[in-house]
Structures are given as structure tokens and as C-alpha cells.
T-cell receptor
């Protein structure tokens, strides 16, 4: 079945550092791919998405590119801020609209 | 627009009891999905409701049941609670459009603790 694997955390970085959170997926079809963010005490917010191969999703300085050949959707940001501290979930959705999530990566940004 | 609203925000129940969680979808949305997020884990799909019917279901026992009302709001019921049912329960709504669903919006969740 479909699945998502993302790097384990926590990830701790200093402010203005470069961020990469790795994500790979397994899917039988052609899924849409997502990154969701969960701030402390809050629900999930969609951060960015890509619906087909080679698409790049971007939002708030974060980017991820849908790589079909490597079945990856790595999240990147050039310069992180303290306010980016949260849990990040990579996810996919196939023809059935069910969203399958990775286990999440907790990110701590130090001032 | 109030977005997706869930109630209650927190709940404590005893093993063996039953619980009902509620969700009001974002205005204009007609599809509701429920997810269980255990501590330190990603959300797991429980089921999805559309046109007042369960359209698909994840790998959860029959103790988990749901309902969707004509106004698209939804309830999640869990019977015979187990300690392992302690989790954050998330509701997500979307709009069915021509066989595809639009972006899902999530509520802030209900934190259920079973003691």
C-alpha cells in the first residue's frame, strides 16, 4: 500500500540556517504530495503541495519538488526563523482522497 | 469564515465508556474525514463521509463509527474505550467537485484522554 517515510527528528538549527527535511514515498498510482505544519497546540495547516511530477510547491519561503524518479518530496528553506519551530508532516493523497501522513519531524530553531 | 470547528477541545473518559466528538466543516464544504493522531505520530485516516454516507474507511475497528448530518456536520463515536484510544482526533473538510476533492482543511482537534 501507499506510505510516506520522513526523516526522524528532532531537528535543531540556528536561526538563518538552511533547512532540509527528507521525505520519500511509496505509491501505486500518481499521488498528490503535501507538506503540512503543526504549531504547538494547533491543528494541521497545509504548507505546500504538488500534484504532478516536477511540480514545485512553495509557500512562506519553503519549497519542495515532486521527484518521481526518486519518489521524493524533500522540504527546504534557505533561512529559517524561530517562528518556523513546529512539527512538519509529509503526506500523500491518491485517487481515493485519503491522506497518508509520515510520522512527522519536529523542528527547533534557536535564536 | 470560521473554518473547521471541533468540539470539545479536551475530553477525559474512563475505559469502557463511549464518546462522541463533533465537527462542523468549513463553509461550502460537503465532505468530512476523521483522523486519529497518537502522541508523536502522524495522523491516521479513520473514515470519510459524503452525502451522509461513509464513503471509505481506514484500518480501525467497528468500535469507531460516525455520522454525517444534512448540514454536512459530522460526529465520531467510539465505543468501549481503550487506553490506546487516547489521541488527538482531527476532523478535515473538503469539497467534492467532479469526482475530486479540493484541498482539505483541518480543525484544531479534540484531545481525548482515556484513563
Amino acid at each position: 500500500g501507499n506510505s510516506v517515510t520522513q526523516m526522524e527528528g528532532p531537528v535543531t538549527l540556528s536561526e538563518e540556517a538552511f533547512l532540509t527535511i527528507n521525505c520519500t514515498y511509496t505509491a501505486t498510482g500518481y499521488p498528490s504530495l503535501f507538506w503540512y505544519v503543526q504549531y504547538p497546540g494547533e491543528g494541521l495547516q497545509l504548507l505546500l503541495k504538488a500534484t504532478k511530477a516536477d511540480d514545485k510547491g512553495s509557500n512562506k519561503g519553503f519549497e519542495a519538488t515532486y521527484r518521481k524518479e526518486t519518489t521524493s518530496f524533500h522540504l527546504e528553506k534557505g533561512s529559517v526563523q524561530v517562528s518556523d519551530s513546529a512539527v512538519y508532516f509529509c503526506a500523500l493523497s491518491d485517487w481515493d482522497d485519503k491522506i497518508i501522513f509520515g510520522k512527522g519531524t519536529r523542528l527547533h530553531i534557536l535564536p | 469564515d470560521a473554518g473547521v470547528t471541533q468540539s470539545p477541545t479536551h475530553l477525559i473518559k474512563t475505559r469502557g465508556q463511549q464518546v462522541t466528538l463533533r465537527c462542523s466543516p468549513k463553509s461550502g464544504h460537503d465532505t468530512v474525514s476523521w483522523y486519529q493522531q497518537a502522541l508523536g505520530q502522524g495522523p491516521q485516516f479513520i473514515f470519510q463521509y459524503y452525502e451522509e454516507e461513509e464513503r471509505q474507511r481506514g484500518n480501525f475497528p467497528d468500535r469507531f463509527s460516525g455520522h454525517q448530518f444534512p448540514n454536512y456536520s459530522s460526529e465520531l463515536n467510539v465505543n468501549a474505550l481503550l487506553l490506546g484510544d487516547s489521541a488527538l482526533y482531527l476532523c478535515a473538510s473538503s469539497l467534492e467537485a467532479g469526482g475530486l476533492n479540493t484541498e482539505a482543511f483541518f480543525g484544531q482537534g479534540t484531545r481525548l484522554t482515556v484513563v
